[in-house]
């Protein structure tokens, strides 16, 4: 069973609470998130499971969709409605036009500083517990970027969005940060991962439906195997003279009579198909030795 699974993660456990529910379910060792999810945050959980353990790595730096609603007129310690109120303003004078020009002028490459209450180390000790000491760490801002915010509804003192941005990108940080530019204070109230790269939380399965799954129900969503979970690398297909040095992650190596096409020279991986249409491994192309390495091989 080497399947990827896309979890409706539910609001008040954590993302290695969702792993261990599936590792049960489904009754394997081996499973692991693509991605962190708070746990007063719900929604798009990716999970690997067996050998796709090896596949997560190409999941993490997808792009990501948010919806969330922030509280203005409020500031915590922990950037969310989990924290601390440590400010507070009279949001009542704020209107529709300021939060959606403010809201604007977050799109595209910004400065972001990672929050205290984060699993970033420093270290080897995780940021959260130090903060949770007192401490204050010293920490550099992260360049992230954020392709769109929309403002979805606004009932004074919340305002809800929805955000799509890169890989690192901290809603709470966003929102605290969007809150100093209104001039009132802001924090994080809720928050649901809706997408991730292709993956969308309508085709995502709750635990119930994973378990309803694996006693014989059947359900046509968010089971994918380790071909269709990559659907948007390219691949290439090798001939048969050429499976024992692949299956000993030997690199292909191309002649110059061997043209490939700009998708695959860019592409951050290479599906390594049989010429059965088997997945055999995921490469990559290096253009100064004209060879497609193997980073991951399944034996």
């Known amino acids: 069973m080497d399947i990827v699974i896309s979890i409706n993660k539910p609001k008040g456990i954590t993302s290695q609470d969702a792993v ?3 590792k049960k379910i ?6 692991g998130h693509t991605g962190t999810l708070d746990p ?8 690997c499971v067996n050998r796709a353990t ?17 509280k203005l007129g409020e500031t915590t ?22 939060i959606s020009r403010v809201l604007k002028s977050f799109e595209g490459t910004i400065q972001q500083l990672p929050p205290m209450y984060s699993a970033l180390k420093h270290k080897g000790k995780p940021l959260y517990k130090l903060a949770r000491e007192g401490m204050e760490i010293e920490r550099k801002p992260r360049e992230v970027s954020i392709e769109y915010i929309k403002l979805l509804d606004t009932k004074l003192p919340y305002v809800t969005f929805s955000t799509r941005c890169s890989k690192g990108t901290y809603i709470r940080t966003l929102c605290d940060d969007i809150g100093r530019e209104l001039g009132v204070g802001a924090h994080l109230y809720e928050l649901e991962r809706t997408e991730i790269g292709q993956y969308k939380i309508d085709n995502s399965l709750s635990l119930d439906e994973l378990k309803s799954i ?46 490939l096409s700009d998708d695959l020279k860019s592409a951050s991986g290479i599906k390594i198909m049989s010429a059965d249409g088997d ?4 490469g990559r192309f290096s253009e100064v030795k004209n060879i497609i390495k193997m980073n991951v091989v399944f034996s």
Request: charged content about 25%; hydrophobic content about 40%.
């Open 20 to 22: 261990s529910k599936v």
């Open 279 to 282: 997945l055999l491994a995921i």
């Open 214 to 259: 694996s006693q014989g129900e059947k359900i046509d969503k968010g089971i994918y195997t380790m071909y269709e979970a990559l659907s948007w690398l390219p691949e290439f297909r090798i001939s048969e003279t050429m499976l024992k040095r692949i299956m000993h992650g030997n690199p292909v190596e191309l002649n110059r009579r061997t043209v």
């Open 77 to 98: 310690d922990t950037l969310d409605a989990e924290g601390s109120i440590t400010s507070v303003s009279d949001p009542a004078d704020i209107d529709k036009a300021s």
């Open 54 to 70: 090896r596949l997560a790595s190409y999941f993490t730096g997808l792009d990501k969709e948010y919806m969330a609603v922030m």
């Open 40 to 47: 007063m945050a719900t929604g798009l959980l990716i999970v």
């Open 26 to 31: 489904l009754k394997v060792k081996k499973a």
